[in-house]
């Protein structure tokens, strides 16, 4: 069984500010996926990114950035230079077998002009 | 192309009626999922459907939720006897192949049942 913590309940940040979403996953399984979900206000969740448990190989795309370290099971993920847009709610989800998502609480994020 | 649907987009019903929930997938997906959100919560997952196999009912909260699939398409998740507790966002997401680990799922809109 998996499990997810999003520590993190709330974030407020002021536009422009960086800002990291923490995620601490626990998995008996050797071979998973993780993956970041974005829920804006309208309600609809948005794949954002996936890591294979593999490649702990830091990746930057724009203004996302995401950080895996497998030997402390966490996967965050980090806004440089963040707008209005990514005021959101992100979850945090493990994936292994044929098993579905396993969702953190998710952590909102405010960002204010 | 069109993404997962979802209907009603709004539910109010009375304590004690059945309700259905349906989903339309992305077409060509074999993989559908029903995740049930409360307020201030994550996603709570309920049932998953993958092409021709029996569903993993694991997540059904109790006996008076199902849900099938007709045809490898369409969804309906069923509520019967509602209860004040089963108010919450119901979503539905799809998959291409769902058996791949690494397998992206779209998710739609969903449907907010408030069970009064």
């Known amino acids: 069984a998996q499990k997810v913590t999003q520590a993190q309940t709330e974030i407020s940040v002021v536009e422009k500010e960086d800002v990291t979403l923490d995620c601490v996953y626990e998995t008996r399984d050797t071979t998973y996926y993780l993956f970041w979900y974005k829920q804006p206000p309208s309600g609809e969740l948005v794949f954002l990114i996936r890591?294979?448990?593999?490649?702990?190989q830091n990746e930057i795309s724009g203004r996302y950035s995401w950080n895996f370290q497998k030997s402390t099971s966490s996967f965050n993920f980090t806004i440089t230079a963040s707008q209005v847009v990514d005021s959101a709610v992100y979850f945090c989800?493990?994936?292994?077998?044929?098993?579905?998502?396993?969702f953190g609480k998710g952590t909102r994020l405010s960002v204010i002009a | 192309g069109a993404g997962v649907s979802q209907s009603p987009s709004n539910k109010v019903t009375e304590k004690g009626k059945d309700v259905e929930l349906r989903c339309d997938p992305i077409?060509?997906?074999?993989?559908l999922y029903w995740y049930r959100q409360s307020l201030g919560q994550g996603l709570e997952f309920l049932i998953y459907?993958?092409?021709?196999?029996?569903?993993?009912k694991s997540g059904l909260p109790s006996d008076r939720f199902s849900a099938e699939r007709t045809g490898g398409s369409v969804s309906t998740l069923t509520i019967q006897r509602t209860q004040q507790e089963d108010s919450a966002v119901y979503l539905c997401?799809?998959?291409?192949?769902?058996?791949?680990?690494?397998?992206?799922?779209?998710f739609g809109p969903g449907t907010r049942l408030t069970v009064l």
């Open positions: 459907f993958q092409g021709n196999s029996a569903p993993d």
């Open positions: 890591r294979n448990s593999f490649d702990e």
């Open positions: 989800a493990p994936r292994s077998g044929n098993t579905p998502l396993v």
């Open positions: 077409s060509g997906h074999t993989a």
């Open positions: 997401a799809s998959s291409l192949l769902g058996l791949a680990v690494s397998d992206e799922q779209f």
